[in-house]
């Protein structure tokens, strides 16, 4: 391959990329959670929550592939193990089957937590004036916020 030449310096891409990794493994935590309350939801709201939890899982499917893109075009090695994940994610998993609303108030710290990781990347790409990884940032912010919002409201 040749060398990479896409006008962010090696530092910049970097410190973009450690910040994607973060964000990538929140997103994959975030995947498993979601994926794991569709499958075990019970209860009164079962239904609904099943088949919002399936659109949220589906969504965050997608997301983590844009975003392991986005390292990868960084020139950066992305993550892909439970235990990678486990050490750069900010969102820590859920023993055991909690209650339906106790899986929505976890879904919307996590939505909340992804948000804030996405605060710290979106810093270090402009700060590295990378306007791919800020459109794309950018972009998951605003789905984990309606996303949260969405939560939210449903309690």
């Not at 995947?31 to 309350?37: A, E, R």
């Not at 088949?51 to 960084?74: G, K, N, P, S």
């Amino acid at each position: 391959m040749h060398k990479i030449d896409i006008g962010i310096s090696p530092k910049d891409r970097k410190a973009i990329a450690e910040g994607l990794k973060c964000l990538l493994a929140d997103s994959y935590t975030l995947y498993l959670q979601t994926h794991n309350f569709h499958w075990n939801v019970t209860g009164h709201m079962f239904r609904t929550l099943h088949l919002a939890f399936e659109e949220q899982y589906t969504e965050l499917a997608t997301a983590v592939d844009d975003i392991a893109e986005r390292i990868r075009t960084l020139d950066v090695i992305a993550p892909g193990t439970y235990a990678a994940f486990a050490k750069l994610s900010s969102i820590k998993e859920v023993e055991g089957v909690p209650a339906a609303e106790n899986m929505v108030e976890i879904l919307t710290q996590g939505h909340e937590q992804t948000i804030k990781t996405c605060r710290t990347v979106l810093k270090a790409a402009q700060a590295g004036d990378d306007e791919s990884t800020i459109a794309l940032v950018s972009d998951r912010m605003r789905v984990h916020e309606k996303t949260a919002w969405m939560l939210r409201a449903s309690q």
